[in-house]
């Protein structure tokens, strides 16, 4: 049964910085594209990062490019999203998911069936 958990969330204060952890298990994590999302209450999960099986590449959304870095240690089975120079409106809960594709990295700002999901992990950016 795969599974992911994330880890990392908290309350910080504007500017600050949050390392996020995805840790997977059954799954053969080498092989999967990661990614992670964000929601909050009312709107739709909106894409934030990804990045492929090897690590070699990368996917960003426009609202946090060059402030946020995705990452990856196969070795460990772990994903992370490193935020730098957090704002309020990156309040959300944050998820991870991995799927197994070789297609673009552009294809995963959309969720698809299939897709492992973590339950989330909250992060509150305060002003």
């Known amino acids: 049964q795969a599974q992911l958990v994330e880890s990392g969330g908290g309350l910080v204060q504007a500017g600050d910085s949050l390392r996020l952890s995805c840790a997977a298990s059954g799954l053969s994590f080498s092989r999967y594209t990661v990614g992670w999302f964000r929601q909050t209450p009312g709107k739709e999960r909106e894409f934030v990062a990804a990045?492929?099986?090897?690590?070699?590449?990368?996917y960003y959304s426009d609202s946090v490019e060059g402030r946020f870095a995705i990452s990856r240690d196969n070795a460990k089975n772990t994903a992370y999203l490193r935020m730098n120079s957090l704002k309020p409106e990156d309040t959300a809960v944050y998820y991870c998911v991995a799927r197994k594709t070789n297609q673009d990295m552009c294809t995963m700002v959309r969720m698809m069936p299939g897709d492992y999901w973590g339950l989330g992990i909250q992060v509150t950016v305060s002003s």
């Open positions: 990045m492929s099986w090897s690590g070699g590449r990368t």
